[in-house]
C-alpha cells in the first residue's frame, strides 16, 4: 500500500497497464515529455519510451481517430483529453465510431480504447475548463463511461476501463485530483493522505465496471451522487444530521441499477446530486429509472440538485455550484414532504 | 525477401532543459531578399515566400528590400507606444495574478510586434477573431481608434470585477469588443478561424468592402477548424487575413508536434491555393508590410492570404505553466529574431526619430500609466473581493428572453433551495 493522491493512483494504473501489456500505447496533448497537464502521465514517456508514450497534436479528433485506427490493428490506446470541455471536436469519432465500430461490422471489428478526460469545475477555469459531459456520453449507446470518486477507485477503474473490450470514457473530477472536496472553497482542503480512499496498492487490481459502492450507509433517504459529488454528498449529511445513504455510481454506463433500487426501496427517498446542468442532464436518467423500478416504494418526490442551466460561470461559479448547503437543504425537505 | 521492421517518428525538439538552447534549425534569410507580389499574383509565385522568412529589419535595424513599408515615423513610435504598453499591461497584470487577485492569466511577451502592426493596418469596421495572445489588439486600438473596450475595461475583466462587461462570466483574457473590432474569445481552440472566413464571406455576399483577419497559434493549426477554415476560403475567396502565429511552442509541444519540419505552416496555404507569406513577426516594418499587403489584397477582392508570423513565446504558456520543465533555461534570450520592442527601437534610434532617453521614458511611462490604472481597476474588485452579483444573473443572456424552465430556476434559487 502507498499514500496516493488521484493523479498518482491514475499514473499507477498507467505504470501497471502498461507493465503488462505492450499494447497499451498513451497520448494526447502534453502527456509525453512533460507528463500531461495535470501529471497524470508522468514519467511514462522515461519508462515505456516514445513508441508507446507520446505527444500529440492539438486534435482531439485526430487523438480519438487514431485511437480507434490503433484499437482496430489491435492496440488498446489510453488517450488523454486535455479537458472535458475539449472532446467535442472528437466527439464524432467517439459517438458515430468508436461506438459503433462493433454494431456495424457485427463484431469484426472493435474498439477498445479508453479516453480520459477531466471533468467538472471548481478551480475558476470558467466556462471552457469546468463543464460536465456526462450526458453527452451516457447517451451514447456503445459507450461505457466511469467516473471515480476518490484514488483507490480511479486505479481500480481505470485498469477494468483499460482491460475492458469496448470504448470507455474515463471522468477525472479535477476538484478532487487532490483531495476530498467537500464544497467548501473558502476552507482548505484536506489531502487524500488524510483519507482511508487514499492508502492504494502499487500493484495491479481492479474494480469491476458497472458496480456502484455504498459510501456510507442510512435509512432515511438515498441520495445518488458521482465523482466530486460524492464527497458533497456526504458533507450534506454531515451538516444535516439526516441518516440517509450515499451511493456513489462509480459507472455510469453501464448502472449498477440494483444497488439504487435496493437502497430506494428501503429509503422511499432519493435526491440526486450533479454538478452538470439540469436539464437532460445524466440525474434525468436516474430519476426515470428509480421511478420505473421504485413508484410504489416513493414516499416523497424523488429531487435532483445540479448546478444551474447556465454555462459555467467564472466569477459565480460558487452560485452554479451544487453545494453540502444545497443538498443539505434538499435533504430537510425531502424529509417534511 | 527480408521484411523492414517499421517504426513510429516522433519528433522532439533539440534541446531539453539542461541543454543550451539552439535554433540552427530556424533558417535566416538575409533581410530585403524576397520580392514583393502583386495582389494578384499566381499562388505559385509564394512557394519561396512561404518557405523563408521575410524580413525588413536587419541586424543593424536598418530596413532593406522590396517589403519596407511607407510609413511615417510618428506612425512607428506609435507602434513603439502599443507594444510598450502592451509588454507593461502583461507584466502588470501577471503580477496581480500572483499576488491572489485574479485566477489566470497569460502574456503575450515577445508576439507584440503582431498585434500591434496588424492593429495599426486594419480600419474601424473590421473584424479580429484572435486567440488569447492578442491583447495588443486591443490596447492599439484605444490608442489610436479610442473605440470599444479600453486598457482599464480589460483590467476589469481579468480582475471579474464589478467593471467587468463580461459580468465575470468569462475566465481572465478571453475579451471581447465588437466596437473595437474584436470577436469574443474561445476557450476552445481553432473555433475563430472558420468563424472569421464565415465573417468575410458575409462581406462579400453583402456587397460590403469590410474583411476580417484570424490568428491560431502553431500548436491550434492541427484542429480540424483550421483546415475547414483553409478549404472554404480557398473555395469562396473571402476577404480575410488568415494569421498563424508560430511561436515554436504549444504548452509543452515544440512546434514540430504540429507540423513536419520539411515545410513550414505557411506552405500548408500554398497546398490549398492560398497565397501565402512566411515572415519575421519580430520585425514590426515586416509586420506592418505584410499585413497591408493581405489587407489591401482582400480589400481588392483578390481574396484571402495566409501569414505565418515567426516568433517566439517569451514567456510561459499561461499563470498556471512553468515553461522550466520542458525547454533550456533563458531559451528565450537565444532567439535568433531578437525581441520586437528592441529591434523597433534600434531602428527609430537610426533614423534619428528616437533616442535610448526617450525610450527609458517611454518605458517608465507605460508602467505608471497601468499601474495607476490597475490601482483603479482594483477598486471595483477582484477575485479576492468579488461583486454581489445576484445569482440570477448567471441566466441572463443565455437565451434573449428566459425561457420557463430557467425562470424556473430562478424560482427554486429565491425559494432557497
Ligand atoms: C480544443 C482545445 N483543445 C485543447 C485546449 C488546451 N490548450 C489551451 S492552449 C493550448 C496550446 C495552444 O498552443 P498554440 O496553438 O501554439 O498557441 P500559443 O499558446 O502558443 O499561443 C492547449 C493545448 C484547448 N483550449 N482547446
Ligand atoms: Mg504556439
Redesign the interface.
Known amino acids: 500500500m502507498a499514500t496516493m493522491n488521484m493523479i498518482q493512483a491514475i499514473n499507477s494504473a498507467h505504470h501497471n497497464a502498461m507493465e503488462t501489456n505492450e499494447d497499451i500505447v498513451v497520448f494526447g496533448?502534453?502527456v509525453?515529455?512533460?507528463g500531461g497537464?495535470f501529471r497524470c502521465t508522468e514519467g511514462l514517456q522515461n519508462r515505456f519510451g516514445?513508441?508507446r508514450v507520446?505527444?500529440?497534436?492539438?486534435?482531439?479528433?485526430?487523438i480519438i481517430g487514431t485511437a480507434v485506427g490503433m484499437a482496430a490493428y489491435g492496440l488498446r490506446p489510453v488517450v488523454e483529453i486535455q479537458f472535458a470541455?475539449?472532446c467535442?471536436?472528437g466527439y464524432d469519432q467517439l459517438v458515430s465510431e468508436a461506438a459503433r465500430l462493433r454494431h456495424r461490422s457485427a463484431g469484426d471489428f472493435t474498439a477498445p480504447l479508453t479516453v480520459r478526460m477531466p471533468t467538472g469545475g471548481g478551480?475558476?477555469?470558467?466556462?471552457?475548463?469546468s463543464q460536465s459531459p456526462e450526458a453527452l456520453l451516457t447517451h451514447v449507446c456503445g459507450l461505457k463511461t466511469v467516473i471515480p470518486s476518490n484514488p483507490y477507485d480511479a486505479k481500480g477503474l481505470l485498469l477494468a476501463a483499460i482491460e475492458d473490450d469496448d470504448p470507455v470514457v474515463f471522468l477525472e473530477p479535477k476538484r478532487i485530483y487532490n483531495g476530498p472536496f467537500e464544497g467548501y472553497h473558502d476552507r482548505p482542503l484536506t489531502p487524500w493522505s488524510k483519507h482511508p480512499d487514499g492508502e492504494v496498492p502499487e500493484t495491479h487490481y481492479t474494480i469491476p465496471l458497472g458496480k456502484a459502492k455504498i459510501s456510507r450507509a442510512g435509512k432515511d433517504v438515498t441520495i445518488l451522487a458521482y465523482g466530486n459529488m460524492v464527497h458533497v454528498a456526504l458533507e450534506a449529511v454531515k451538516v444535516s444530521g439526516i441518516d440517509a445513504e450515499v451511493i456513489d455510481l462509480r459507472t455510469l454506463l453501464p448502472l449498477d441499477i440494483d444497488t439504487i433500487v435496493a437502497s430506494v426501496e428501503k429509503t422511499g427517498r432519493c435526491i440526486i446530486v450533479h454538478e452538470a446542468t439540469?436539464?437532460s442532464g445524466y440525474g434525468a436518467e436516474l430519476s426515470a429509472q428509480v421511478q420505473e423500478n421504485c413508484f410504489y416504494s416513493l414516499e416523497t418526490p424523488i429531487q435532483r440538485i445540479t448546478g444551474?442551466?447556465?454555462?459555467y460561470?467564472?466569477?459565480?461559479e460558487w452560485?452554479?455550484f451544487p453545494g453540502p448547503a444545497?443538498v443539505a437543504?434538499?435533504l430537510v425537505?425531502a424529509m417534511e414532504a | 525477401m527480408k521484411k523492414t521492421p517499421l517504426s513510429l517518428r516522433v519528433p522532439e525538439p533539440l534541446t531539453r532543459p539542461g541543454d543550451a538552447p539552439d535554433f540552427s534549425y530556424v533558417q535566416i534569410p538575409p533581410a530585403g531578399n524576397d520580392k514583393k507580389p502583386a495582389h494578384n499574383a499566381p499562388v505559385s509565385e509564394f512557394n519561396d515566400l512561404s518557405k523563408g522568412i521575410i524580413r525588413v529589419l536587419d541586424d543593424a535595424g536598418h530596413p532593406q528590400g522590396e517589403w519596407q513599408p511607407t510609413v511615417s515615423a510618428d506612425t512607428l513610435i506609435t507602434g513603439l507606444k502599443a507594444m510598450v504598453k502592451t509588454r507593461a499591461y502583461d507584466d502588470r497584470m501577471m503580477l496581480i495574478q500572483r499576488q491572489g487577485k485574479t485566477s489566470f492569466f497569460m502574456k503575450s511577451t515577445g508576439e507584440e510586434a503582431i498585434s500591434v502592426a496588424q492593429a495599426m493596418v486594419l480600419k474601424q469596421g473590421d473584424m479580429f477573431f484572435p486567440t488569447y495572445r492578442q491583447a495588443g489588439l486591443l490596447i492599439t486600438n484605444e490608442m489610436i481608434r479610442g473605440t470599444g473596450w479600453s486598457t482599464f475595461d480589460m483590467m476589469c475583466q481579468v480582475l471579474s470585477n464589478s467593471g467587468d462587461k463580461l459580468k465575470g462570466r468569462q475566465l481572465p483574457i478571453m475579451y471581447s469588443s465588437k466596437d473595437a473590432g474584436f470577436f469574443s474569445i474561445s476557450g476552445n481552440l481553432g473555433t475563430q478561424y472558420t468563424q472569421a472566413v464565415g465573417w468575410a464571406m458575409a462581406s462579400a455576399i453583402k456587397k460590403d468592402s469590410k474583411i476580417a483577419s484570424t490568428f491560431i497559434g502553431d500548436g491550434s493549426t492541427a484542429e480540424s477548424d483550421f483546415h475547414a477554415a483553409l478549404t472554404f476560403a480557398s473555395v469562396y475567396n473571402p476577404p480575410v487575413i488568415l494569421n498563424v502565429t508560430n511561436n515554436q511552442w504549444a504548452i509543452s509541444s515544440f512546434q514540430g508536434i504540429a507540423n513536419n519540419p520539411e515545410t513550414t505552416f505557411a506552405a500548408r496555404g500554398v497546398g490549398y491555393g492560398i497565397p501565402s507569406l512566411r515572415v519575421d513577426g519580430n520585425d514590426f516594418l515586416a509586420v506592418y508590410a505584410a499585413s497591408e499587403w493581405a489587407a489591401d489584397r482582400a480589400r481588392n477582392n483578390f481574396g484571402p492570404t495566409i501569414i505565418e508570423w515567426v516568433t517566439y513565446r517569451s514567456s510561459g504558456h499561461s499563470s498556471s505553466d512553468d515553461p522550466s520543465k520542458y525547454r533550456p533555461k533563458d531559451e528565450e534570450k537565444a532567439w535568433p529574431l531578437g525581441d520586437p520592442i528592441d529591434r523597433l527601437r534600434e531602428h527609430l534610434i537610426y533614423l534619428g526619430e528616437w533616442s535610448q532617453e526617450q525610450h527609458d521614458a517611454l518605458e517608465k511611462e507605460m508602467k505608471e500609466e497601468i499601474m495607476a490604472l490597475s490601482k483603479e481597476a482594483q477598486k471595483l474588485g477582484s477575485l479576492t473581493d468579488l461583486p454581489d452579483l445576484p445569482m440570477k444573473c448567471m441566466f441572463d443572456d443565455v437565451y434573449k428572453d428566459i425561457p420557463p424552465h430557467l425562470q424556473k430556476q430562478i424560482q427554486r434559487i429565491e425559494r432557497g433551495e
Open positions: 496533448e502534453d509525453g515529455y512533460f497537464v516514445k513508441q507520446f505527444d500529440s497534436p492539438i486534435s482531439e479528433c485526430g470541455d475539449y467535442y471536436p478551480i475558476f477555469g470558467g466556462q471552457t475548463h439540469l436539464t444551474w442551466d447556465a454555462p460561470p467564472h466569477s459565480q452560485d452554479y444545497r437543504r434538499a425537505r
